[in-house]
């Protein structure tokens, strides 16, 4: 359930009372202003915001909306609402524009996070214990990049979704390069051990770019629907950590192995970008004005052409390896 607060000028407020409807709201005029309480179903926030959006006239610094969710609200009338819900509503595009903002920046605390959880799964990849490379992509943020790249894209924001598979890239490289200099520094004292676990990692299959699609898919459609980022992250980190480990250290023990395990790590990552992205179109996310939908459908075209392609060079790659 949500509390929305309307704030708009008199004339302005009967429309907004036709658009809650029956549900339960409160109008208090101010002057020439009236501000609108209403309780709302998380299921149907973003129809009632879209509506809302259209309707008023933000070129007035009076007019607002506010969306909160209430520690505690005691009314029959919500109650029985509550009772009747049957199904948890996506999320507004605007909480999940604030929810990935903070992936369109350059935090130095996740990139540790990652170092991290790197040199964690290579040591667990070293001892073949599969708990420990586990333990590593819980630790692991790389979901957060590909999330925000994928609804920044879906809303025509070209600026952070570029920033977003930036940091994206820079998390992996780090990764690599952190795989290959403590790899570098253990053959100086004793042979690299080429276990089942980093094995595994070197056969090549076309059908990780189908699994990595699907993942994308169903990690965007979990965190639209309010699952933690850290349960819904685990199979993105799955997908890529490890073979990102495993690419430094071929760097160091396996020279001429090393395109196995780097095209496995891109295979996963383009395909958990475009099963992303292709979950905010199935889930209609995107902007509220029409104007702003036309350029993010053409940025939105343009990102799944270059997509499609890469998946393509990416299958051929897996299948002559």
């Given at each position: 359930?949500?509390?929305?607060?309307?704030?708009?000028?008199?004339?302005?407020?009967?429309e907004?009372?036709?658009?809650?409807?029956?549900?339960?709201?409160?109008?208090e005029?101010?002057?020439?202003?009236?501000?609108?309480?209403?309780?709302?179903?998380?299921?149907?926030l973003?129809?009632?915001?879209?509506?809302?959006?259209?309707?008023?006239?933000?070129?007035?610094?009076?007019?607002?909306?506010?969306v909160?969710?209430?520690?505690?609200?005691?009314?029959?009338?919500?109650?029985?609402?509550?009772?009747?819900?049957?199904?948890?509503?996506?999320?507004?595009?605007?909480?999940?524009?604030?929810?990935?903002?903070?992936?369109?920046?350059?935090?130095?605390?996740?990139?540790?996070?990652?170092?991290?959880?790197?040199?964690?799964?290579?040591?667990?990849?070293?001892?073949n214990?599969?708990?420990?490379?586990?333990?590593a992509?819980?630790?692991?943020p790389l979901?957060?990049?590909?999330?925000?790249?994928?609804?920044?894209?879906?809303?025509?924001?070209?600026?952070?979704?570029?920033?977003?598979?930036?940091?994206?890239?820079?998390?992996?490289?780090?990764?690599?390069?952190l795989?290959?200099?403590?790899?570098?520094?253990?053959?100086?004292?004793?042979?690299?051990?080429?276990?089942?676990?980093?094995?595994?990692?070197?056969?090549?299959?076309?059908?990780?770019?189908?699994?990595?699609?699907?993942?994308?898919f169903?990690?965007?459609?979990?965190?639209?629907?309010?699952?933690?980022?850290?349960?819904?992250?685990?199979?993105?980190?799955?997908?890529?950590?490890?073979?990102?480990?495993?690419?430094?250290?071929?760097?160091?023990?396996?020279?001429?192995?090393?395109?196995?395990?780097?095209?496995?790590?891109?295979?996963?990552?383009?395909?958990?970008?475009?099963?992303?992205?292709?979950?905010?179109?199935?889930?209609?996310?995107?902007?509220?004005?029409?104007?702003?939908?036309?350029?993010?459908?053409?940025?939105?075209?343009?990102?799944?052409?270059?997509?499609?392609?890469?998946l393509?060079?990416?299958?051929?790659?897996?299948?002559?390896?």
């Open positions: 359930m949500k509390k929305v607060v309307v704030t708009t000028g008199r004339e302005k407020a009967r907004i009372e036709k658009i809650f409807g029956k549900r339960l709201h409160v109008v005029r101010r002057g020439d202003l009236a501000v609108i309480t209403a309780y709302i179903p998380d299921e149907e973003e129809d009632v915001i879209t509506k809302l959006d259209r309707c008023m006239d933000f070129r007035f610094k009076e007019s607002l909306i506010e909160s969710s209430p520690y505690f609200v005691k009314s029959p009338v919500l109650e029985k609402i509550e009772k009747r819900k049957k199904f948890v509503g996506s999320m507004p595009v605007e909480k999940l524009l604030d929810s990935v903002r903070i992936y369109t920046k350059l935090d130095i605390g996740k990139l540790g996070l990652t170092s991290i959880a790197g040199i964690i799964a290579m040591i667990g990849l070293f001892m214990n599969v708990a420990i490379v586990i333990g992509m819980l630790l692991s979901l957060g990049p590909i999330y925000a790249f994928a609804v920044n894209t879906a809303v025509g924001d070209v600026k952070d979704a570029f920033k977003s598979i930036g940091n994206l890239a820079l998390m992996i490289l780090i990764v690599i390069f795989s290959f200099g403590f790899s570098w520094i253990l053959s100086r004292f004793t042979p690299l051990p080429e276990t089942p676990e980093i094995a595994s990692r070197m056969i090549v299959n076309p059908v990780y770019v189908v699994i990595a699609i699907l993942l994308g169903a990690s965007i459609l979990a965190l639209s629907k309010g699952v933690p980022e850290s349960m819904a992250g685990v199979a993105i980190a799955a997908a890529i950590l490890p073979p990102a480990v495993v690419s430094g250290i071929s760097l160091v023990g396996y020279i001429d192995r090393f395109a196995g395990p780097f095209t496995i790590t891109l295979d996963n990552l383009v395909g958990l970008m475009a099963g992303s992205l292709l979950a905010t179109l199935i889930l209609n996310i995107g902007p509220r004005k029409y104007y702003e939908k036309a350029i993010a459908r053409r940025f939105i075209r343009r990102t799944l052409v270059i997509m499609v392609i890469l393509i060079i990416l299958v051929l790659a897996s299948m002559y390896l």
